[in-house]
């Protein structure tokens, strides 16, 4: 199994950038799809991207597209989430969570499909 712990959230403002890192603990990183989820306060956890095992093929949630971006060093056992061109609406505790099964399209945006999660890091965006 992995652990992973998220780290990188802050306080920017609209227009700006942030990344993300998730480090995962355990072996055999690189048969965990990875993925970055979201929550704000009173609102459901939301799914915001994932990547498959070798990093090949990527999803992202509307809201976020064209503006993040997933990618992970296997190396490292490490996930990033590049974020640019935030908007206060981005504003929420980013998780990062980990599940050992294929990459199924179904799948990917539902919680419940991951095994592993991490502690979360907040990001908020001001005006």
């Known amino acids: 199994q992995v652990q992973p712990v998220e780290s990188g959230g802050g306080l920017v403002q609209a227009g700006g950038s942030l990344r993300l890192s998730c480090a995962a603990s355990g072996r055999s990183f690189n048969y965990y799809v990875m993925g970055w989820f979201r929550q704000a306060p009173g609102k459901e956890r939301e799914f915001v991207a994932v990547?498959?095992?070798?990093?090949?093929?990527?999803d992202y949630a509307d809201s976020v597209k064209g503006r993040f971006t997933i990618s992970r060093d296997n190396a490292k056992n490490t996930v990033y989430l590049q974020m640019n061109s935030l908007e206060p609406e981005d504003t929420a505790a980013y998780y990062c969570?980990?599940?050992?099964?294929?990459?199924?399209?179904?799948?990917?945006?539902?919680?419940?499909?991951?095994?592993?999660w991490g502690q979360g890091t907040q990001v908020t965006v001001s005006s």
């Open positions: 969570a980990a599940a050992r099964r294929a990459y199924y399209s179904g799948l990917n945006s539902s919680p419940g499909s991951y095994a592993y």
């Open positions: 990547i498959s095992w070798s990093g090949g093929t990527t």
